[in-house]
């Protein structure tokens, strides 16, 4: 079962007011997000609650939800590593670099270490060509990474 | 989204050719109306612009870029350009794009000869490809639902299921999850995509993505014979096409755009699921294939029915008219159900004609709407019914006129249904309490006081004052009602309801009675009634019944099917034909409607499929049934259709072939008829309000007959409430679109829709009983006690229980003694 915390209940309630009451479907992304903050993601029972607090199928949430990348479906580690690999990462050979941190951190890519503190994840752009090979973590980017970068950052976060 | 009204029009030219259509329309459709096919996938006319497979590029002069056709609304002076070489390479490079992992399975797909994709491949795509790369492999065959399968490779994500689920369905049980490459079409978290709808998908689908699973692999689509014909299940009578292979059945299909011009007048185009997986009984075990006597021997059918004709009129001279009785069934075409009456009232000279358990005469106070009307009134009324169980394209409709045409819904009901949802107002009275409830609403609309409704119906005063100020608020009110739900006293009432609301100054009042069966209005239209001949001729007009029927037409009134079975008992009926009806398990009484059959002298059985009523007859009539035989059915707008064969059945004689032989046998003056447009033809001369009614009217999108006024309304005022006993809650029966009967049966590709059987209890009820939901109970009434699983909601107000009907083997009716009396249940744990 998924319930809303009382933060999280104070947090819609200050959303919700921002749509008129007959598009408050509008309100989804932020409910989205609100349910991964409390949780770490947004499992199947956050959309069933998000589609009867809207108006909405699960259906239809899970389709939003799917949409983007930044709302987790699944359980993730403490710190989630997106690892860009559009066009200019990719020239500057971020394959070998997600390939260094999927080996560093022992996992897969798109798994979480066993202690859950990292998950790995593969990212379309980060919209940060002009400084790549780039990483985000959490909120922070972390730019013209190399393996030495990538070391120290993952150090840094142990 | 086509508008209400079309005033406006605007003038372009579309490849050199001037067209005229309505403002707003898109320019697929307008180069539509003068033969210019511009090739689509995602715009469906009955979905709406949507624009994202890029299919209908064309070129516009004074734009620089190609536009998409079927989002570009037409404007004045307009010039199109569909053949142009920008525009031809355009859609010849989005093609090549649609088919990058399309694979090259068209030997084998479904779809392969109707596919939209295959077609528009030859018409505008490359000749060659360039692909050079592995295709992207997805998952094939995947079960979306038991009845759809998706092939996750063949979809184009054109959106047109999950739009349909969306705007149509408007469950948006469908969506499109995931994000470019990888975008799919699920159900959420990939459960069964079961709706009462689902099936439509199949149809719009324009490649072979989705597939009805019961057709997969079975036949190539041109070794089909396929007959444009009706669906056979609930009064709204869908347009579908039936595909027969070497005298088999194949499938269903909604007669669309996709194969034909759709019935917009009936169905828009959609059909139910029921009506699309629920077709089995054509081939079912359980079939009737010869007439038999009660030793079980095989007859030929001009044998049996000889024997059958010659039993009755030997029981009727001995006996007297009162001892014969014929009780029909709304699932009848109208020529089997007036060719019954006439064999009856002529040649058996009784009125013992029934087809119902409840009651209903001929004829509105009001206008009788069409279906359509729903779409162009300011209300719809709907009482007492639950379209989505009841007629479920009915529902479709009402959702689509409130969603586009602004119309609004009201609802007034003892249960909750996904009429609700849509309603702008929604009451619910208490079970029992409908006469209260409408007398009420009837004297709020006479500005009169509304008093006690509270206490006797559970609605507040204040919410009959809102619905009566907003039905004098709406200039055109479309009534549907269920005339089945209401207990007797109401059937009167409503129209009480009607005939003031049309009374009601600038008012355009209509009404639509949504009883169960295919042709329940048609049934009545043709007489099956003991107390009117057919066209809702009272027995009081005795002249006019005499010109038409004879000097010798009994004007005596008949027994009611109710009364038929009493007097069965009593030994006062000797002899009984029932046609396409099974009492014993759908009328009220249980194992004493059996014990009254029992005790006939003679019961003819006429059926197409086995019944626990056909194991008591004294001789069994064959009916070939929908599927094998053609007749009109007149649906609950009051349309005639026609319902063609799908299927050819030579070694047996059509119903109405059986019944005119009947005829024949005890008056051999009487017409025979080549064909049952022969019979058409007499319904037509006799019926009144079929006068307009033949062969090529039926045909297309029917006609609609006269609608004709009810004898005179007696407001019989609300009954006095009774007292239930102690903690006995008020039954009621309601309607479950996918229940397990004959025509369903275990083997049925719906059998994953049936239900068990389960009780709704209000939570106050269910608290004071100390039932939770999911425990078992028992519903006791008097000796006769059925098993139910409790479900505790807000489904009913308190006081009642409510039962769907589920199966046959439920055996549910058997609770109910007499319909129009309350039936009082104990639910004991």
């Known amino acids: ?158 | 989204m086509p508008k209400k009204t079309q005033t406006e029009t605007v003038t372009l030219t579309i490849d050199g050719k001037t067209v005229t259509v309505p403002k707003g329309t898109v320019a697929v459709d307008a180069a539509k109306t003068v033969g210019i096919d511009i090739p689509v996938f995602c715009y469906h006319e009955k979905l709406g612009p949507f624009g994202c497979c890029r299919m209908c590029l064309v070129e516009v002069e004074k734009m620089p870029k190609l536009a998409t056709a079927c989002t570009l609304a037409v404007g004045q002076d307009m010039v199109i350009n569909t053949e142009s070489q920008k525009a031809t390479k355009g859609r010849q490079g989005v093609l090549e794009f649609t088919l990058l992992n399309h694979p090259l399975d068209c030997p084998v797909c479904d779809k392969g000869g109707e596919c939209p994709l295959q077609d528009n491949t030859f018409a505008h795509g490359p000749d060659l490809t360039r692909t050079e790369f592995t295709r992207y492999n997805r998952d094939k065959a995947v079960p979306l639902s038991p009845v759809v399968t998706i092939d996750r490779e063949r979809c184009i994500a054109c959106q047109r299921c999950t739009r349909y689920s969306d705007i149509v369905e408007q469950e948006t049980a469908l969506v499109m999850v995931n994000r470019g490459f990888q975008n799919r079409v699920q159900t959420f978290q990939d459960r069964p995509y079961e709706t009462r709808f689902s099936g439509n998908v199949v149809d719009i689908c324009p490649v072979g993505a989705l597939t009805n699973t019961t057709y997969r692999f079975k036949s190539r689509i041109w070794d089909l014979d396929n007959a444009e014909t009706l669906c056979a299940h609930c009064g709204v009578n869908c347009n579908i096409v039936v595909g027969a292979r070497m005298n088999e059945f194949m499938r269903v299909q909604a007669k669309s755009g996709e194969n034909s011009q759709a019935n917009d007048a009936v169905d828009d185009g959609w059909i139910c699921d029921k009506g699309r997986f629920g077709y089995g009984f054509v081939e079912s075990a359980n079939r009737i294939l010869n007439c038999r006597n009660d030793k079980g021997e095989a007859l030929e059918a001009n044998d049996a029915l000889g024997q059958a004709a010659t039993q009755l009129k030997k029981i009727s001279d001995e006996h007297g008219p009162k001892s014969v009785g014929f009780i029909g069934s709304p699932y009848g075409t109208n020529e089997e159900l007036y060719l019954y009456q006439k064999l009856f009232r002529q040649q058996l000279k009784t009125n013992n004609i029934d087809f119902k358990t409840y009651k209903q005469a001929p004829g509105l106070p009001v206008d009788h709407y069409d279906v359509g009307d729903i779409e162009t009134s300011d209300l719809v009324l709907l009482i007492a019914s639950d379209p989505t169980e009841e007629a479920p394209v009915l529902d479709l409709r009402i959702k689509k006129s409130v969603s586009f045409f602004d119309v609004k819904l009201a609802v007034l009901n003892d249960q909750k249904t996904d009429m609700d949802k849509p309603a702008a107002l929604s009451l619910r009275y208490n079970v029992g309490s409908e006469a209260e409830t409408l007398s009420a609403l009837i004297d709020a609309l006479n500005d009169k006081k509304v008093r006690g409704l509270e206490k006797s119906a559970g609605i507040a005063p204040k919410l009959i004052k809102e619905l009566a100020a907003t039905i004098q608020g709406s200039e055109k009110v479309c009534v549907i009602y269920n005339p089945a739900a209401l207990n007797g006293v109401a059937s009167d009432t409503i129209l009480e309801l009607l005939q003031t609301i049309g009374g009601l100054p600038d008012k355009q009042c209509g009404a639509i009675p949504v009883a169960p069966g295919t042709n329940a209005v048609g049934a009545l239209d043709m007489g099956a009634h003991p107390n009117f001949y057919p066209g809702g001729l009272a027995l009081s007009e005795a002249e006019k019944i005499k010109s038409l029927w004879g000097d010798e037409s009994p004007l005596q009134p008949g027994f009611s099917a109710l009364e038929m079975i009493e007097k069965a008992a009593a030994g006062e009926l000797k002899a009984l034909v029932v046609f396409r009806a099974n009492p014993v398990v759908d009328f009220p009484g249980g194992s004493a409607v059996m014990e009254a059959l029992k005790n006939l002298d003679y019961l003819v059985v006429h059926d197409m499929l086995e019944t626990e009523t056909t194991q008591l007859a004294n001789l069994v009539l064959a009916s070939n049934g929908p599927g094998y035989d053609d007749g009109t059915t007149t649906n609950i707008g009051g349309r005639v259709q026609f319902r063609k064969r799908s299927l050819v059945r030579e070694d047996h004689p059509p119903d109405w072939m059986i019944i005119s032989r009947m005829i024949r046998s005890l008056d051999p003056e009487a017409p025979s008829y080549k064909n049952s447009f022969d019979a058409t033809d007499e319904i037509s001369k006799n019926v009144p309000g079929y006068e307009a009614i033949n062969k090529k009217s039926v045909k297309g999108m029917g006609l609609p007959r006269k609608g004709f006024a009810c004898s005179e309304v007696q407001g019989n005022g609300a009954p006095a409430a009774e007292k239930p006993e102690n903690g006995a809650l008020r039954l009621r029966v309601t309607n479950y679109l996918f229940a397990h009967d004959k025509i369903l049966d275990a083997s049925s590709p719906l059998a994953h829709q049936f239900k068990s059987s389960t009780v709704y209890l209000n939570a106050e009820d269910a608290k004071a009983l100390g039932i939770e939901t999911g425990g078992e109970v028992k519903v006791v009434s008097g000796d006769v006690a059925i098993d139910a699983v409790a479900e505790v909601s807000d489904r009913c107000n308190p006081g009642a229980a409510l039962m769907p009907r589920v199966s046959d083997e439920q055996g549910l009716m058997a609770l109910v003694k007499d319909p129009d009396a309350a039936t009082w249940v104990q639910v004991k744990k």
């Open chain 1, 1 to 158: 079962m998924f319930a809303f915390s009382e933060t999280s209940e104070k947090e819609i309630e200050k959303q919700l007011v921002k749509y008129p009451p007959d598009r408050k479907k509008s309100a989804i992304l932020a409910l989205l997000r609100i349910a991964q903050q409390q949780n770490g993601y947004v499992s199947p029972e956050a959309m069933e609650e998000i589609g009867r607090r809207l108006d909405l199928s699960p259906a239809y949430v899970e389709g939003v939800c799917s949409f983007y990348t930044m709302y987790y479906t699944r359980p993730v580690g403490q710190y989630v590593i997106l690892f860009c690999i559009n066009v200019s990462c990719h020239l500057l050979n971020c394959d070998n670099l997600l390939e260094y941190t999927a080996k560093k951190l022992n996992i897969e890519v798109g798994g979480t270490t066993e202690d859950k503190k990292f998950t790995l994840l593969r990212e379309e752009c980060l919209a940060e060509c002009s400084r790549a090979p780039v990483m985000r973590i959490n909120n922070d980017y972390h730019v013209n990474l190399t393996p030495q970068k990538i070391d120290q950052i993952l150090d840094s976060l142990k």
